[in-house]
T-cell receptor, first 116, second 113 residues
Framework: KAGVTQTPRYLIKTRGQQVTLSCSPI?????VSWYQQTPGQGLQFLFE???????NKGNFPGRFSGRQFSNSRSEMNVSTLELGDSALYLC???????????????FGPGTRLTVL | GENVEQHPSTLSVQEGDSAVIKCTYS??????FPWYKQELGKGPQLIID?????GEKKDQRIAVTLNKTAKHFSLHITETQPEDSAVYFC????????????FGKGMKLTVNP
């Protein structure tokens, strides 16, 4: 099975711009979570989607948003970029049968975002 | 909310030695504790996990222990090899819904040949 894929792998943007990152989960996985990784804060949860619905959200400003499509692919968007948004953005997928246990998450390689 | 503390932040060992990473968590309702290994330029990779109904789990050179009473869990790597060099993260979560993983800050392990 192919793993979690994320595109693009690297992005350079300037302050004030917006960016969209894409994540394709492992085939059959319906849950997609997004995390921000920085040297200072470590891995921080952004949000989680299941069946096109956001089920959980971390403590990030409204500039960070996401969505999930019917094929379970997900995108996250960051508007009005700030220097502090520079980070590795990681997507993780898991197989989550409806109403059942939330299983182990498998991470993609991440998108390295640099804001200048 | 859940808080996960991880110690030490760095560890350097000689090839063949053992390495131990310790984590504590704050939410007694957490019941799922995975460990991830992250190599340079890659995403975290799940290496082993343990659930609260189990006290210990082994997989070849890797073992994880869980003490629910003390709310701490540990990763043990025996017979370390240079390819074990990476950053290791512990995490905690509550299974059964959409609970997020809460990660420790990570530990950089260096195995010297």
């Amino acid at each position: 099975k192919a793993g979690v894929t994320q595109t693009p792998r690297y992005l350079i943007k300037t302050r004030g711009q917006q960016v969209t990152l894409s994540c394709s989960p492992i085939s059959g996985h319906r849950s997609v979570s997004w995390y921000q990784q920085t040297p200072g804060q470590g891995l921080q949860f952004l949000f989680e989607y299941f069946s096109e619905t956001q089920r959980n959200k971390g403590n990030f400003p409204g500039r960070f948003s996401g969505r999930q499509f019917s094929n379970s692919r997900s995108e996250m968007n960051v508007s009005t970029l700030e220097l502090g948004d520079s980070a590795l953005y990681l997507c993780a997928s898991s197989w989550t049968p409806t109403g059942a246990i939330y299983n182990e998450q498998f991470f993609g390689p991440g998108t390295r975002l640099t804001v200048l | 909310g859940e808080n996960v503390e991880q110690h030490p932040s760095t560890l350097s060992v000689q090839e063949g030695d053992s390495a131990v990473i310790k984590c504590t968590y704050s939410d007694s309702a957490s019941n799922y504790f995975p460990w991830y290994k992250q190599e340079l330029g890659k995403g975290p990779q799940l290496i082993i996990d343990i659930r609260s109904n189990v006290g210990e789990k082994k997989d070849q050179r890797i073992a994880v222990t869980l003490n629910k009473t003390a709310k701490h869990f540990s990763l043990h790597i025996t017979e370390t090899q240079p390819e074990d060099s990476a950053v290791y993260f512990c995490a905690a979560s509550k299974e059964g819904g959409s609970e997020k993983l809460v990660f420790g800050k990570g530990m950089k392990l260096t195995v010297n040949p």
